[in-house]
Nanobody, 125 residues
């Protein structure tokens, strides 16, 4: 089992910044891909950014150039630095993890085995 706990959400004005953190515990040995998803009000959960165990990163087009994800495998943490925030970034943000395998569809919600409880990010206009 892997436990994930997010922190760092809050209320910020448009154009501002927030940094989210995800702390992983449990059986967090090598071989896990980790990602950030978000769920805007009344919408489905969507992929934001993901990183493989080897460090390969991928970002959704909507956040590319504004969000930066970093992973510390030694500390079992995953951070998401969010800059130039927009009202449409308002959502509950979730950290997720999946044991890597060839062809894992890491942009797909159902691919993930472990989820955090989520942290609210609200961007005011």
């Amino acid at each position: 089992q892997v436990q994930l706990v997010e922190s760092g959400g809050g209320l910020v004005q448009a154009g501002g910044s927030l940094r989210l953190s995800c702390a992983a515990s449990g059986r967090t040995g090598s071989g896990y891909s980790m990602s950030w998803f978000r769920q805007p009000p009344g919408k489905e959960r969507e992929f934001v950014a993901g990183i493989s165990w080897s460090g390969r990163k991928d970002y959704a087009d909507s956040v590319k150039g504004r969000f930066t994800m970093t992973r510390d495998n030694a500390k079992n943490t995953l951070d998401l630095q969010m800059n130039s925030l927009k009202p449409e970034d308002t959502a509950v943000y979730y950290c997720a993890a999946v044991r890597e395998y060839i062809g894992v569809p890491y942009r797909v919600v159902s691919a993930y085995d472990y989820w955090g409880q989520g942290t609210q990010v609200t961007v005011s206009s």
